[in-house]
């Protein structure tokens, strides 16, 4: 689980350094390299930037380098900080690296100039699904329990910027694109929530995808481990001679299954509900929590584990959670209309997500079609993604299929494949089409769910504007809804 040991190197404050990629993260590192009076200079490959001007106006003793990125321009640079968007696998960065000798540049991203300079304890997490909803949990929890604590990263606000706040624990949501470029992060635990295939554009395979996940366990004191996750737990295992890996003492353990001792999982009771246990004690019942599926049980127990180190007050742990309501665009409950439930899942751009979310609305597996009740939306940029299991879900568990977007076919290939009917397959132009047609097919009982399974750029912004604009759709509809039936009571009222 090495993650390329040899570029680990102290970052110099006098050294002149390239910023490379300009949006949110970018920026971040350059104010706090200017704080730090740091000489840099400014690089992005697009030709024109919004808000240049400003760029300019900010940083006025930086060079703006716009457009395709020159080799011989970043050369002449001993240290570059790029961001998560930019991929350091491309031909440029390799050379600069020159990870076959001392005389590569220093090529690190904003989480290792965070990890060189943070003096408070942090937790790390990542995932291909639930991280931002574990990394708010574990802030919501700490800071219940009278920790001044603060999340970011990944999720929210850049890394650097945490550190004005001043907080004795930060809470670290990482992508793999951060850990790409992170090589000394020191924390307190650390976690793989799960893997499955995302941003396959960019890796060479689900396994190499996995492989740049768990070096989040470098340097950790404690690993904490998603025993259903078979494939990360024999990596882990693999790797435990690795002396930057926790020992086996220190690992916590947590799953869907009944738990050994001194382990988090779910037990199911006679009535139905399920526990959230450690060993024999009892912590949560399922049906206490606002969040709901299987999949987000796991993300809690994901997050006491994340915190167990710490010895916090159990019971205000517990009621935090209790308390705890979820995100924005994932799996949100939107509203009824006419005793159908709509529900937003935007942030699922994965098949992973997509899946998990199914089967927290739709249970049950294998009904006939005439008892199932979901009306899948889907569709986007699939990210090379293969939609082969997610195919196998929805032909089980999905009553129609409404698809949109660029690569909506491959989706519609796959479902075919596991064998759905063709006709419970609908193409749309639009999320307002989306939405009529789901209306339209939709019976008392049934739930209507946005979750693509894919990237959102191909019709918009980022993933919430799209669940933004789902939002407005069904708002408007209920209106409607709700006025055509005032007329209709006010019509019976005048007739009577």
């Given amino acids: 689980m090495n993650n390329n040991t040899g570029q680990y190197k102290p970052f110099v404050f006098s050294q002149q350094t390239l910023v490379v990629g300009l949006g949110g993260t970018g920026l971040s590192v350059a104010r706090y390299l200017k704080q730090k009076n740091c000489p840099f200079d400014l690089a992005d490959n697009r030709s024109e930037l919004a808000g240049q001007d400003n760029i300019r106006s900010e940083f006025p003793d930086s060079e703006l380098l716009l457009g395709d990125f020159n080799y011989e321009q970043f050369k002449q640079y001993p240290q570059i900080i790029v961001s998560p968007g930019i991929s350091v696998r491309s031909e440029i960065f390799r050379l600069l690296s020159n ?4 005389k590569g540049q220093l090529i690190i991203g904003d989480i290792e100039l965070f990890a060189q300079v943070v003096d408070k304890p942090v937790i790390a997490i990542t995932g291909s699904n639930g991280k931002s909803t574990v990394t708010t949990l574990v802030e919501k929890i700490a800071s219940d329990c009278g920790i001044k604590t603060i999340a970011g990263g ?47 554009d960019r890796y060479n395979g689900l396994d190499d995808y996995r492989q740049v996940k768990t070096t989040i366990y470098n340097n950790t004191d404690w690993a904490v481990i998603n025993k259903d996750e078979q494939q990360l737990l024999k990596l882990f295992k693999n ?36 526990l959230l246990k450690k060993g024999q004690e009892t912590l949560l019942k ?29 019971e205000k742990m517990l009621q935090a959670v209790r308390e705890y309501a979820g995100l924005e665009h994932r799996c949100e409950w939107v509203a009824q ?67 949109m977007g660029q690569d909506a076919v491959q989706i519609e290939y796959a479902v075919l494949k596991a064998g ?5 397959i609908i193409h749309v132009d639009s999320m307002h089409e989306a939405v009529q047609q789901a209306m339209a097919l939709a019976q008392k009982g049934d739930t209507v769910l946005l979750s693509p399974a894919c990237a959102s750029f191909d019709m918009y912004a980022n993933y919430s504007e799209r669940g933004n604009d789902f939002k407005a759709i069904i708002y408007e509809r209920a209106e409607i809804t709700l006025d055509n039936m005032a007329d209709s009571q006010e019509g019976l009222r005048d007739v009577s």
């Fill in 99 to 102: 990870k076959e000798s001392d």
């Fill in 154 to 200: 990944n999720l929210g606000i850049p890394a650097l910027d945490l550190l004005t706040t001043r907080s004795d624990l930060y809470t670290l949501e990482l992508s793999s694109f951060q850990l790409e470029t992170t090589y000394s992060l020191k924390t307190l635990s650390a976690i793989v929530l799960n893997v499955s295939e995302d941003h396959m």
């Fill in 239 to 274: 790797n435990t001679q690795n002396e930057s890996c926790p020992s086996a003492e220190r690992c916590i353990y947590f799953g869907s299954e009944e738990p050994q001792a001194d382990e988090y999982g779910l037990q199911k009771i006679q009535d139905g509900d399920y």
């Fill in 286 to 314: 399922a049906s206490e929590l606002r969040l709901k599926g299987v999949y987000n049980y796991l993300n809690v127990l994901a997050a006491i584990a994340l915190l167990e180190p710490l010895s916090l007050d159990r």
């Fill in 337 to 403: 209309i006419n005793g159908v439930d709509f529900y937003n899942d935007s942030k699922g751009t994965n098949a992973g997500a997509t899946i998990a979310a199914i089967n927290a609305l739709e249970p049950e597996a294998d009904k006939s079609t005439a008892q199932r009740q979901l009306i899948l939306i889907a569709g986007g940029i699939g990210k090379g993604a293969d939609f082969t299991e997610l195919g196998k879900v929805i032909k089980a568990r999905v009553k129609y299929l409404l698809l």
């Fill in 420 to 424: 759905m009917a063709s006709e419970r």
